[in-house]
Nanobody, 121 residues
């Protein structure tokens, strides 16, 4: 599978951004599409994931109530709507496919390139 992430940028605290991840070349092991992020000097961490067929969603506690993951099957795209952004959301955001629910980056089968999100306070 190939993943193409986009939509990052510079936004003020309290603002919003929407990230997109276009998915192509699906295989039988790509059941979930996930978003991870990595801030400077920190480990890559799980943000949100969606099971493509069922639409079942998961969120990290740090983004619950502020971020929303969704999918558009016709466009083969997963979105991450990020509202009420905080400076601590600043990171490079990556989309990744997986066969099962992820709790760490180690379970990802494919990665897209990152997109930078910078939140100014």
């Amino acid at each position: 599978v190939q993943l193409q992430a986009s939509g990052g940028g510079l936004v003020q605290a309290g603002g919003s951004l929407r990230l997109s991840c276009v998915v192509s070349g699906w295989t039988t092991i790509d059941n979930f599409i996930n978003w991870f992020r990595q801030a400077p000097g920190k480990e890559r961490e799980f943000v949100s994931g969606i099971k493509w067929r069922e639409g079942r969603k998961r969120y990290a506690d740090s983004v619950k109530g502020r971020f929303t993951i969704s999918r558009d099957s016709a466009k083969s795209t997963v979105y991450l709507q990020m509202n009420s952004l905080k400076s601590e959301d600043t990171a490079v955001y990556y989309c990744a496919s997986s066969n099962d629910v992820l709790t760490s980056p180690a379970g990802a089968s494919s990665w897209g390139q990152g997109t930078q999100v910078t939140v100014s306070s």
